[in-house]
């Protein structure tokens, strides 16, 4: 049984700083591709970063690149988002998930099978 467990979430202010944390549990973690999703009010949820088993390779959707970071520790069994430079528009419920079939970075949800139960970022403006 796989279960993750997100923090870090909260309200902060445009051009502010957060760093959401994924804490899992089971055996597949540090063989698996990770990433991190978001959903807003409204939309559908959409992929924001996603790293490789090894943290080599890592993949972001265009609105966040050059402001967020995701990496991981694989003796820790915790991966990172590191998000600088926040906009109002990245305010979201963020999740992080696991893609126990692939080694390499995947970006479809339907990759993932195994989901946190999200942390709300807010950005006020």
């Known amino acids: 049984q796989v279960q993750l467990v997100e923090s870090g979430g909260g309200l902060v202010q445009a051009g502010g700083s957060l760093r959401l944390s994924c804490a899992a549990s089971?055996?597949?973690?540090?063989?698996?591709?990770m990433g991190w999703f978001r959903q807003a009010p409204g939309k559908e949820r959409e992929f924001v970063a996603g790293i490789s088993w090894s943290g080599g390779r890592t993949y972001y959707t265009d609105s966040v690149k050059g402001r967020f970071i995701i990496s991981r520790d694989n003796v820790e069994n915790t991966v990172y988002l590191q998000m600088n430079s926040l906009k109002p528009e990245d305010t979201a419920v963020y999740y992080c998930?696991?893609?126990?079939?692939?080694?390499?970075?995947?970006?479809?949800?339907?990759?993932?099978?195994?989901w946190g139960q999200g942390t709300q970022v807010t950005v006020s403006s």
């Open positions: 089971g055996r597949v973690f540090s063989s698996s591709a």
């Open positions: 998930a696991v893609a126990p079939r692939y080694a390499q970075v995947v970006h479809n949800d339907y990759d993932y099978d195994y």
